[in-house]
C-alpha cells in the first residue's frame, strides 16, 4: 500500500507491462523513459514485481503475483 503512494511511477510501470511480456527496451518505448524506467524497473524487481528473464539477447520482463496484485489493487483504488 505504502508503494502505492509513495512510488507513483512504479504503479505506472506495472500498469504498462499488465499482464503481457515485453523485452526491455519495447516496455522503456512505450513508458516513454529510458534511463528512469530503466531505474524502475530495476527496483520493481528488487521489490519482487517483476521478474525478469534472459533470453538470447532480450531481457523479457512481466509481473509476478504481488505485482499482478498491486495492479489490481491500484485500478480498484483509481491510481
Known sequence: MRLLVKERAIVRLLKTIGYSE????????RLGAY????????KAQRNGLVQ???????????????GKKLVKLAK????
Request: hydrophobic share 30%.
Open 76 to 79: 480498484e483504488i483509481g491510481v
Open 52 to 66: 525478469r528473464k534472459a533470453v538470447k539477447n532480450k531481457v523479457y520482463n512481466k509481473l509476478t503475483g504481488d
Open 35 to 42: 534511463g528512469y524506467g530503466h531505474k524502475l524497473l530495476l
Open 22 to 29: 515485453y523485452p526491455t527496451r519495447e516496455l522503456l518505448q
